[in-house]
């Protein structure tokens, strides 16, 4: 995590360090694998950034300026019925579908100890869907989100980039034991990029601070990247700076640091 801590709460700290940046007039918005559903909307969202629509959202798929969607990518139709091929086999691996705010999953999985631990985390709550409807919504999602384990994971996305190759899709890992298939060129750089260019930011007087694989590419855009202590090994290589892990407000400290002058942009 980057902005919640591993219990998937906002610290006091990091709540006043964001505080402190909106009052001395510095724009701070979410930039997020996330759909703009769930409980943390009500509980992180909307009372740190004054309920505003503005923001990156589901991996940079979904962008708002306001009440203005400038952005809304969607996978081929085709894709979601080759991921559910691929994961159907040797270890059944249990693929969900993003449509817009909306998280759906085969119906009859209601009780699964992966549909319960994502849930867990207070996002975009999933909902069943009977096969019928699941296939409509494979075919119009934004992206697809794969349930697995850590251990099968690995071998799980070497399958599905090769099934993927010539496809206009691309696999990336969010959490330890999950997948997410993207559009490909889809991301929270390019979405970070487009969000800029409609309020007439220049890239290179931004930071960005992030933890996963799938912040690289706004890292790259970005004039001041910061990875987090908790980040992946890919992501530290790419990142300018490091601060501390989301156990200890590394949000914060980076905050902090850039307000004092301690970072280059």
Not at 47 to 52: G, I, M, V
Request: some cysteine; charged content about 25%; overall charge neutral.
């Amino acid at each position: 995590g980057t902005l919640l801590n591993r219990a998937h709460r906002l610290t006091p700290k990091v709540e006043r360090a964001i505080r402190s940046a909106q009052d001395a007039g510095v724009l701070v918005m979410p930039a997020t694998g996330r759909a703009r559903s769930g409980p943390w909307v009500e509980e992180v969202l909307d009372p740190l950034f004054y309920k505003s629509r503005r923001g990156v959202f589901l991996q940079g798929l979904i962008v708002c300026d306001g009440e203005q969607c400038i952005l809304d990518s969607r996978l081929v139709p085709q894709i979601g019925q080759r991921v559910l091929r691929v994961c159907d086999e040797p270890t059944p691996a249990l693929v969900t579908a993003y449509c817009n705010e909306k998280l759906y999953f085969p119906a009859g999985f209601e009780d699964d100890d992966r549909i319960k631990r994502y849930a867990s985390y207070g996002e975009a709550q999933p909902e069943p869907l009977e096969e019928l409807e699941l296939r409509q919504a494979l075919a119009n999602a934004n992206k697809l989100l794969v349930l697995a384990s850590e251990p099968e994971l690995p071998r799980l996305r070497s399958r599905l980039e090769s099934a993927l190759r010539f496809r206009p899709a691309r696999v990336v890992k969010a959490l330890d034991w999950t997948l997410e298939v993207l559009p490909r060129g889809g991301s929270k750089g390019y979405g970070v990029s487009r969000l800029l260019q409609s309020i007439d930011v220049h890239p290179k007087d931004v930071m960005a601070v992030g933890d996963g694989e799938n912040d690289i590419e706004m890292m790259r855009l970005v004039g001041c990247s910061v990875a987090m202590g908790n980040a992946s090994p890919k992501l530290k290589r790419v990142a300018k700076y490091q601060v501390s892990c989301n156990e200890n407000d590394g949000v914060a400290e980076a905050i902090e640091r850039a307000l004092n002058g301690d970072f280059v942009f």
